[in-house]
């Protein structure tokens, strides 16, 4: 069994930061990519970011220059750090990642709520 655990959401004022991270357990090979999507009320889960296992990152356009993903791979942990913080990044944001167990699969975690307030 593989599992994501996200941690870090909360409250913020508009303009501040929060810090996410998301950690994988269980029978774990390796770890592909990792990234971040998020889900705001009444609209499609989005990409937000993601970063491969060689470093390399990628971004959505409305949060480049204001988030920073990262990833530790000796704690199978990936973070997002959103800096300059929009009513409109609330949402809730997930991380997934394509982990080699017995075979290479998608997992999401159960999410985690981010409330910019305005």
């Known amino acids: 069994q593989v599992q994501l655990v996200e941690s870090g959401g909360g409250l913020v004022q508009a303009g501040g930061s929060l810090g996410l991270s998301c950690a994988a357990s269980g029978s774990i090979f390796s770890i592909d990519a990792m990234g971040w999507y998020r889900q705001a009320p009444g609209k499609q889960r989005e990409y937000v970011a993601r970063?491969?296992?060689?470093?390399?990152?990628t971004y959505v356009e409305s949060v480049k220059g204001r988030f920073t993903i990262s990833r530790t791979n000796a704690k199978n942990t990936v973070y997002l750090q959103m800096n300059s913080l929009k009513a409109e990044d609330t949402a809730v944001y997930y991380c997934n990642a394509f982990i080699r167990g017995p075979s290479l699969r998608a997992y999401w975690g159960q999410g985690t709520q981010v409330t910019v307030s305005s």
């Open positions: 970063i491969t296992s060689g470093g390399g990152t």
